[in-house]
């Protein structure tokens, strides 16, 4: 039986958890004739040794990077090396459930889309800081740009592996490249669902997502809306700055107290506003046509 699906997994100082995760996947994937494509990440502990003990199964590929790159830059190694119809992403640190992989295989079939994510929405947080701060994110994203899903964040996607090889590229090496693959998809017009998945307690270790990691994921985000849709970033500051100026400056006007140098100001800071975000949006379309 062909092989049509690739399991992908970032591995960064997760040895206290490969051993109580590692054997399982492989099993699961042996049983449903998937490859599996662990990246170490430049890992300081024994994640190196420890993985290197299963590339005895066929199913396995085990990819090392000398220094650490990042979750994004890990996830990307293993996107280029796919060579199967679909992959998929999930975490190292054994909360994600790889029962769920077929459902998701399915649904993707059944609703011919080219990404499923796995949805955690109802699901409780184990840190009530982190779901504020998806929750935020989320908002953010939702201003910027209508997306049909709500998890964004999720870690588990599964989709096409040409389309994760052609916009991998544009994604960051951070946390936020779950986030951004999925902008991607969405602003090139592809079809992107989402499913119920199960969630496990983390098994050891800790998370290294962070606050910083937070703002630098809504950086990235608005770095991929002014790359595919500049317009709704600038036309919204140039329309409120041309107004405020108008409605600060016709008073002032009609006592004839003359021009009001701020009134002037706000309303040419608009329409330079306007022309960068139509030149961005110019751009916009050659990068795309990159694409």
């Given at each position: 039986?062909?092989?049509?699906?690739t399991?992908?997994?970032?591995?960064?100082?997760?040895?206290?958890?490969?051993?109580?995760?590692?054997?399982?996947?492989?099993?699961?994937?042996?049983?449903?004739?998937?490859?599996?494509?662990?990246?170490?990440?430049?890992?300081?502990?024994?994640?190196?040794?420890?993985?290197?003990?299963?590339?005895?199964?066929?199913?396995?590929?085990?990819?090392s990077?000398k220094?650490?790159?990042?979750?994004?830059?890990?996830?990307?190694?293993?996107?280029?090396?796919?060579?199967?119809e679909?992959?998929?992403?999930?975490?190292?640190?054994?909360q994600?459930?790889?029962?769920?992989?077929p459902?998701?295989?399915?649904?993707?079939?059944?609703?011919d889309?080219?990404?499923?994510v796995?949805?955690?929405?109802?699901?409780?947080?184990?840190?009530?800081?982190?779901?504020?701060?998806?929750?935020?994110?989320?908002?953010?994203?939702?201003?910027?740009?209508?997306?049909?899903?709500?998890?964004?964040?999720?870690?588990?996607?599964?989709?096409?592996?040409?389309?994760?090889?052609?916009?991998?590229?544009?994604c960051?090496?951070?946390?936020?490249?779950?986030?951004?693959?999925?902008?991607?998809?969405?602003n090139?017009?592809?079809?992107?669902?989402?499913?119920?998945?199960?969630?496990r307690?983390?098994?050891?270790?800790?998370?290294?997502?962070?606050v910083?990691?937070?703002?630098?994921?809504?950086?990235?985000?608005?770095?991929i809306?002014?790359?595919?849709?500049?317009?709704?970033?600038?036309?919204?500051?140039?329309l409120?700055?041309?107004?405020?100026?108008?409605?600060w400056?016709?008073?002032?006007?009609?006592?004839?107290?003359?021009?009001?140098?701020?009134?002037s100001?706000?309303?040419?800071?608009?329409?330079?506003?306007?022309?960068?975000?139509?030149?961005?949006?110019?751009?916009?379309?050659?990068?795309?046509?990159?694409?």
């Amino acid at each position: 039986m062909d092989q049509k699906l690739t399991v992908i997994i970032p591995a960064y100082n997760e040895g206290k958890n490969i051993p109580l995760v590692m054997p399982h996947i492989i099993s699961f994937c042996e049983q449903q004739n998937y490859k599996l494509i662990v990246v170490n990440d430049g890992s300081k502990d024994d994640s190196k040794e420890l993985l290197s003990v299963y590339e005895k199964h066929e199913c396995f590929k085990l990819i090392s990077h000398k220094i650490n790159r990042g979750y994004g830059g890990a996830l990307k190694t293993g996107v280029l090396n796919c060579e199967t119809e679909y992959l998929i992403t999930i975490d190292a640190d054994g909360q994600h459930v790889v029962e769920n992989i077929p459902v998701l295989m399915a649904k993707l079939i059944e609703k011919d889309a080219e990404m499923v994510v796995g949805s955690r929405k109802g699901l409780k947080s184990e840190s009530l800081l982190r779901d504020i701060g998806k929750r935020i994110i989320r908002l953010i994203i939702k201003r910027l740009m209508p997306i049909p899903i709500y998890d964004i964040n999720s870690g588990m996607k599964l989709y096409k592996t040409d389309l994760g090889k052609k916009y991998c590229k544009i994604c960051p090496n951070s946390m936020a490249f779950s986030d951004v693959i999925c902008l991607a998809f969405i602003n090139q017009f592809h079809k992107v669902i989402e499913e119920p998945i199960e969630i496990r307690s983390r098994n050891d270790g800790e998370s290294t997502i962070t606050v910083k990691t937070a703002f630098h994921t809504v950086y990235e985000i608005f770095n991929i809306v002014v790359l595919f849709n500049p317009i709704r970033i600038f036309m919204p500051i140039a329309l409120v700055s041309i107004i405020a100026g108008v409605v600060w400056g016709i008073p002032i006007l009609l006592r004839d107290k003359g021009v009001s140098t701020g009134a002037s100001l706000s309303i040419l800071f608009g329409v330079f506003t306007f022309f960068f975000g139509a030149m961005a949006e110019q751009l916009s379309q050659i990068r795309k046509k990159d694409l």
